[in-house]
């Protein structure tokens, strides 16, 4: 009798093990400090909605199989890629893609269910350059050539380089007649060996630039909008909620609504200008996309 009550107490044992195994797979480039604490807070995050699951975090050179999970989380546009073409992202489980821009997305779409770019809209950014030099102002977008895709506004003038002998000749034909360079998501645009030449040619003519992302604010950049971790985890437990709650299906991907605006204030004064405090510019501009 004995014998048969513990072998009930090792199966209930194995069974609770079972249950409490992870049911959402993050794959990261690799596990670093930074990647556990993320999936660390999204699964704490989930502890607070009807979709309590626990995450694993898996790196790159995992070499487990990821058809146990409800769910599979990426963690970069680089990830994803990396996963396709390995052919590890089994059929029928959802895929929810963070951390990749749209570009990447539009690649990939056929392999993801869901999805947070990591940049910022242009709509925002140019509501950023509205909030320090008014809305008024005329701004100006260099791209490379297709201007199709960005916002239509009647202060945004937009400037294909591809219609220009140079990028500097765009460039410079923008600063005459815009307040600020608005600056789009464009890695190859905005890349390190272009960035330095054209934060020298805005401050040559008084002009500053509004960042792409939180990342040209130490460049030289004088403001920008950006998703903290904090930020991107919030999102994700929405998305994750709705997909495998009650509402049983993902929402379509987008743009992250959670985000705060950082100022280079050295810049700032540099070019006379009283900033604004960033938080209250951030809770303003949220607003306004939520009236849109």
Known sequence: ??????????LLLYCSMIAAHADIAMIAPSSTVQAQKFAQMLEASLKDTSVSEQVDLLDLNTEASL???RLIITLS???LRQLIADN???????????????AEYRQYRSHVTSAIYSEAPLQRQLALAEAIFGAN???GALVAKDASALVSAENLRVYPIAEYDSLNHALVELLGSSKALVGVYDPE??????????????????RPLIGPTQAYLKAGALASTYSTPEDVVRRLSEVVTEGLGAQGAFPAPGYNPYFSVGFNRQVGRSLNLLLPDPADVAE????QEVDR
């Not at 009798?1 to 107490?9: F, G, I, L, N, P």
């Not at 590890?88 to 749209?102: G, Q």
């Not at 303003?284 to 607003?287: H, K, P």
């Open 1 to 10: 009798m004995e014998a048969v009550v513990r072998t009930c107490w090792a």
């Open 67 to 69: 058809d146990k999970y």
């Open 77 to 79: 546009g680089s990830t």
């Open 88 to 102: 590890r992202l089994p059929d029928n489980i959802p895929v929810i893609a963070s951390y990749l821009s749209k």
């Open 137 to 139: 102002e005329v701004f």
């Open 189 to 206: 645009l905005y890349s390190a060996e272009n960035i330095k030449s054209i934060l020298i040619t805005s401050y040559r003519h008084n």
């Open 284 to 287: 303003r501009i949220r607003a």
